[in-house]
């Protein structure tokens, strides 16, 4: 069976620092993988897609970047954390259905 | 530009009562999806609807997809305290490969004894 996951699960970085999330996906291969963030009490946006290794597709401008260096693995940056990057990061991967399984998320809180 | 709305966007309900989640989009689709999230947690699948008039049901969870109206409605029956949450519903309306969901707003449903 498939499995996603993500890390760290908590973060608390400083205004400048950067970022690393990674999102690894088990049991599946060629994946599409998405990033989303959530902001507190609202609904999901779609940051970045992705249909293979080193495709990227961002939905909107902002100050992350988003990477696939292997098949199953997804990793979303930034070089100067801004606050309202703060919010709950989830990575999913998409069935041959479309239907999206997402990870337990990485809540990140930039202070 | 492809918008989802749902209503209500809050919702309480006593136990044993039963409502209707509606969800509404503005583009063609076949496929429709609902996801279910808890408080401080990750978005768990709740139904894939993937044809005109499809009806899927789960327990007290009922959802039907109404693609020439552009509706999918998300029925709860005898409503129990372990149904609160909040209930997203997505469409895929890009088509194609990339299989980009456009979400909902999301309901938040709370469910009172």
């Known amino acids: 069976s498939q499995t996603i996951h993500q890390w760290p699960a908590t973060l608390v970085q400083p205004v400048g620092s950067p970022l690393s999330l990674e999102c690894t996906v088990e049991?599946?291969?060629?994946?599409?993988l998405y990033w989303y963030r959530q902001a507190a009490g609202r609904g999901l946006q779609l940051l970045f897609y992705?249909?293979?290794?080193?495709?990227i597709s961002s939905e909107v401008p902002q100050n992350l970047s988003a990477s696939r260096p292997q098949d199953r693995q997804f990793i979303l940056s930034s070089k100067k954390l801004l606050l309202s990057d703060s919010g709950f990061y989830l990575c999913?991967?998409?069935?041959?259905?479309?239907?999206?399984?997402f990870g337990p998320g990485t809540r990140l809180t930039v202070t | 530009e492809l918008k989802v709305e749902q209503n209500p966007l809050f919702l309480s309900m006593q136990e044993g009562k039963n409502y209707t989640i509606y969800c509404n989009y503005s583009?063609?689709?076949?496929?429709l999806y609902w996801y279910r999230q808890d408080p401080g947690k990750s978005l768990e699948s709740l139904f894939v609807?993937?044809?005109?008039?499809a009806v899927k049901q789960e327990g007290r969870l009922m959802a039907s997809l109404d693609t020439k109206a552009r509706l999918s409605t998300l029925h709860i029956t005898a409503a129990v305290h372990d149904l609160s949450a909040t209930y997203f519903c997505?469409?895929?309306?890009?088509?194609?490969?990339?299989?980009?969901?456009?979400f909902g707003k999301g309901t938040k449903l709370s469910v009172k004894p």
């Open positions: 999913a991967w998409a069935s041959t259905l479309y239907e999206q399984y």
């Open positions: 049991g599946t291969s060629n994946p599409n």
């Open positions: 992705s249909v293979g290794i080193g495709q």
């Open positions: 583009t063609t689709s076949d496929r």
């Open positions: 609807l993937l044809s005109n008039g």
């Open positions: 997505a469409v895929d309306g890009y088509g194609g490969s990339q299989g980009n969901l456009i």
